[in-house]
T-cell receptor
Framework: NAGVTQTPKFRVLKTGQSMTLLCAQDMNHEYMYWYRQDPGMGLRLIHY???????AKGEVPDGYNVSRLKKQNFLLGLESAAPSQTSVYFC???????????????FGSGTRLTVV | QQPVQSPQAVILREGEDAVINCSSSKALYSVHWYRQKHGEAPVFLMI?????EQKGHDKISASFNEKKQQSSLYLTASQLSYSGTYFC?????????????FGDGTTLTVKP
């Protein structure tokens, strides 16, 4: 099925380790997003991209970096993981703004990250 | 600016109605609504782009009051399957940023 695929689904890191989360979409969407969701909380925007080669900071960007070298992929990197980054990470995509903007976000199934 | 959702939680019996509100301190370009089941990803319900717009999806509908900078989600004759956490996402007008900020969610529990 078409959609947003996130890898990995689960990961346990030690403090100070680094990792990259991969998000891939096959809907030809222009916009892609990384959100984190802490237990019982809403979604907090980390970084986003409005097109290939572009990235921008969201509400909680510190400690994370992103890259969008190809339109279909959006990578989220943690350079030096900290326990405060324990969370569920969701990637999402959308067609973007414009006269045909009647679609919301399509979310991936999430990555559960624990930093010990 | 994060939108404010109310109430934080609702408990209903099957067949009862509920209203969830989403308010912003800024003028809005769009409001979209999602439902998230425990341990799953949020699922898109609907998006509203124009003031006064109303949309429906089965027995779930929403309205967008542009002047009041708020949207309401209406769940009619609730079913067990409606249980979950409902989030509104808002895009601020005139920023052309293409990003949405989400509320903290409203947890809806429908009991038999």
């Amino acid at each position: 099925n078409a959609g947003v695929t996130q890898t990995p689904k689960f990961r346990v890191l030690k403090t100070g380790q680094s990792m990259t989360l991969l998000c891939a979409q096959d809907m030809n969407h222009e916009y892609m997003y990384w959100y984190r969701q802490d237990p019982g909380m809403g979604l907090r925007l980390i970084h986003y991209s409005v097109g290939e080669g572009t990235t921008a900071k969201g509400e909680v960007p510190d400690g994370y970096n992103v890259s969008r070298l190809k339109k279909q992929n959006f990578l989220l990197g943690l350079e030096s993981a900290a326990p405060s980054q324990t969370s569920v990470y969701f990637c999402a995509s959308s067609p973007g703004q414009g006269p045909f903007y009647n679609y919301g976000y399509t979310f991936g199934s999430g990555t559960r990250l624990t930093v010990v | 600016q994060q939108p404010v959702q109310s109430p934080q939680a609702v408990i209903l019996r099957e067949g009862e109605d509920a209203v969830i509100n989403c308010s912003s301190s800024k003028a809005l370009y769009s409001v979209h609504w999602y439902r998230q089941k425990h341990g799953e990803a949020p699922v898109f319900l609907m998006i509203l782009l124009k003031g006064g717009e109303q949309k429906g999806h089965d027995k779930i509908s929403a309205s967008f009051n542009e002047k009041k900078q708020q949207s309401s989600l209406y769940l009619t004759a609730s079913q067990l399957s409606y249980s979950g956490t409902y989030f509104c996402g808002t895009e601020i007008k005139n920023t052309n940023a293409g990003k949405s900020t989400f509320g903290d969610g409203t947890t809806l529990t429908v009991k038999p």
